[in-house]
């Protein structure tokens, strides 16, 4: 196996003097070879396999971190989600009140006082005419012409293909108002979820959670507290302390556990680290049977029959970080005890702290102290039993009354997760719907009249050059996406006509065309010839004469074109009143929402950095695994 080498750590393979060092054998003269041999591979393994925890420890410190930076990242999310809600609504009267204009619009072109058809070429072709070329134009009555159309030419037998791009001034377009997103690959769920919370205690190398008893009563919900079995345990999310990080408990079991409640008595004492012997000096009172002691410095006794009024036997008994958690009074006795008080009269009234040693009673306890204290005050009560939580690892210090979160983790979060896999690229752009609130690195309300569609983009690709021509071109731009358009028509007094001349008689006619409508013309000047059989194999076919145009007359009127002028004047009014009402509400809450996406963004690529290291470290150890396991199973007992 080749040394490993690191910026910044010390290597010892090759020091005789550390202690793992390959070669420390060779300082050892009563070895044979073949032993030395046998010792040097030993020592390998042991590297291997330290070096294999060390990484195991690592990836889990990894995943704990993940599992509590995601539940911040879904603090954010609830927020966001939150405003979210807040934007569509205000969007959504502007759209409906657009289409409300298109309808006032479309309404007079129905009743023919407008008109929206228009001419509009679609198509080019030279074909034979006799023993000429001549040039064919495809005309198509079409509604609005926003049309994009194809031109084909042949140009020594081949086709050229334009795409160009017929617009009608007469045309109103319109985008409709909506939400958009742009999401990394980074803006992800990473598993963990925060479950509940609880006010709970636990004591210091304990694997019992006390859970209070209120988070099981009815006025905790209807679920009460909710958990299951591998659900893990923290007492922060931000910095936790009783259980650190690569050492987050998950629950093993639920039982119950003996405590006080109901608190009867305080009472002052001083214990030390280890016993059992809690010596009373000061306040309180102590039941010996129909006997209550009253402590004081000057001791009274006198008889009661109120049996729960002071310590007694069976009594629970508790005081935070000094105390486990379950502690009761098993018995009552006296002792010597020497203890520090302050005495304000000592030395002529300077006082002075001074020690003083007495016969005291003492309450024999069920559990050691787990800290020191003198002249504590210790909490009296009930002994009741509480529901609890056992997990799988003992707490590292001592908490009463913390508020412990449930965290349901990820199922392997870093399986199968490409580390190397760009957290930036590509981008997703999409619109914010009522199914996916909370989406994306950041949001803005659009009306860009732009298709409404999901869509990636590589933005990484995205880049400016300008051409030897001087002309700037863009690669890979933004793909257009947004809320879609409504699109009408203002419509104007000309109507679409097949204008024909008549052989006898004087004057000419005409025929309306209809939307759809094609119609095949030779290319004349200003006369165009129509060709009703543009498949004849000499590209002229049969027909007569004519010239497409337009008319000023309408082909009949249905409705009142006064009223219908006015309603579209009502509808674009109310159309600004509405706009100018909800559109800066809207706008303030997506800038609301963008804010925190920003800050939410910087913590998903913490997330993602924690994620790629994890499944990099995952992807080492199965390596290192694999090393071990062939070392293992070659008997390498000797090289000799």
């Known amino acids: 196996m080749s040394p490993e080498f690191k910026i910044g750590e010390v290597n010892n393979y090759f020091s ?5 060092s390959i070669f420390r054998v060779d300082a ?4 044979t070879e073949d032993k030395k041999d046998q010792k040097r591979v030993e020592i390998i393994v042991e590297n291997l396999e330290k070096k294999i925890k060390d990484k195991t420890n690592q990836r889990e410190q990894l995943l704990d971190q993940l599992q509590l930076t995601d539940l911040q990242i879904d603090q954010y999310d609830r927020l966001i989600i939150e405003i979210d809600k807040k934007v569509q609504p205000f969007l959504d009267p502007i759209n409906t009140q657009i289409n409300a204009v298109k309808a006032a619009y479309d309404a007079r072109i129905a009743a023919g006082c407008a008109n929206s058809l228009k001419w509009v070429a679609v198509a080019w072709e030279t074909r034979g005419y006799g023993s000429n070329k001549k040039q064919f134009i495809t005309y198509e009555c079409q509604r609005n012409a926003l049309q994009t159309v194809t031109r084909q030419e042949r140009i020594d037998g081949s086709i050229e293909i334009i795409r160009t791009g017929v617009t009608d001034p007469a045309t109103i377009v319109t ?5 958009k997103f742009y999401r990394k690959p ?4 990473y598993g963990a979820n925060l479950v509940d919370v609880f006010t709970g205690s636990v004591g210091t190398g304990s694997t019992i959670l006390q859970v209070e008893q209120s988070e099981f009563d009815a006025t905790a919900g209807d679920d009460g507290l909710e958990f299951k079995i591998g659900d893990e345990i923290t007492d922060s999310i931000e910095s936790p302390t009783l259980f650190a990080l690569g050492s987050l408990p998950a629950i093993v079991g639920v039982g119950s556990t003996t405590t ?3 608190i009867t008595t305080t009472i002052q004492g001083s214990i030390s680290v280890g016993s059992t012997i809690l010596s009373l000096v000061g306040f309180g009172t102590v039941d010996t049977g129909n006997v209550l002691v009253r402590l004081n410095t000057v001791t009274n006794q006198f008889s009661s029959t109120a049996a729960d009024f002071g310590a007694k036997v069976g009594s629970g008994i508790g005081k935070t970080g000094i105390l486990p958690i379950d502690t009761t009074v098993i018995a009552i006795g006296t002792g010597s005890t020497t203890y520090e008080y302050y005495d304000a009269t000592f030395n002529s009234g300077i006082g002075s702290i001074r020690t003083e040693t007495e016969n005291v009673m003492t309450l024999v306890l069920s559990s050691a102290a787990i800290g020191s204290t003198s002249l504590g005050a210790f909490n009296v009560g009930i002994v009741s039993f509480t529901p609890s939580l056992i997990l799988s690892k003992a707490a590292t210090g001592t908490g009463s009354g913390v508020q412990f979160s449930i965290i349901r983790p990820a199922k392997d979060p870093d399986r199968d997760f490409d580390f190397q896999k760009n957290p930036k690229d590509p981008i997703t752009i999409g619109l914010i719907t009522e199914s996916n609130l909370g989406l994306g690195h950041t949001s803005i309300v659009v009306n860009n009249s732009e298709p409404t569609r999901t869509i990636g983009w590589h933005q990484v690709r995205n880049y400016t ?20 358009r409504a699109v009408y028509h203002s419509g104007n007094q000309e109507w679409p006509v097949l204008k ?3 052989t006898t008689g004087i004057g000419a006619t005409y025929t309306y065309a209809f939307e759809g409508q094609r119609v ?3 290319s004349t000047g200003s006369n165009s010839v129509i060709i009703t059989d543009p498949d004849s194999d000499d590209g002229v076919g049969t027909g007569l004469g004519s010239n497409l145009t337009v008319v000023s007359v309408s082909p009949g009127v249905t409705g009142n074109c006064t009223t219908l002028a006015n309603n579209i004047t009502t509808e674009n009014a109310a159309l600004v009143t509405i706009t100018n009402q909800n559109l800066p509400e809207a706008n303030k809450f997506a800038a609301q929402a963008r804010a925190l996406r920003e800050l939410r963004d910087d913590m998903e690529l913490d997330a993602y950095g924690m994620l790629q290291a994890s499944a990099a470290t995952r992807k080492e150890i199965d390596r290192l695994t694999v090393l071990l396991n062939e070392l293992k199973d070659q008997e390498l007992e000797s090289y000799g």
Do not use: H, I, W
Request: overall charge negative; cysteine-free.
């Open 186 to 189: 980074l803006n992800r769920d």
């Open 16 to 20: 005789q003097s550390d202690a793992n």
């Open 500 to 502: 024909r001349t008549k």
């Open 260 to 262: 006080f409640s109901g």
């Open 28 to 31: 050892d003269d009563t070895l």
């Open 465 to 484: 050059f300008r051409q030897s021509n001087g002309e700037v071109r863009e690669y890979d731009p933004e793909p257009t996406q947004g809320g879609g």
């Open 175 to 179: 985008g409709y108002y909506a939400y």
């Open 520 to 522: 095949v013309v030779r």
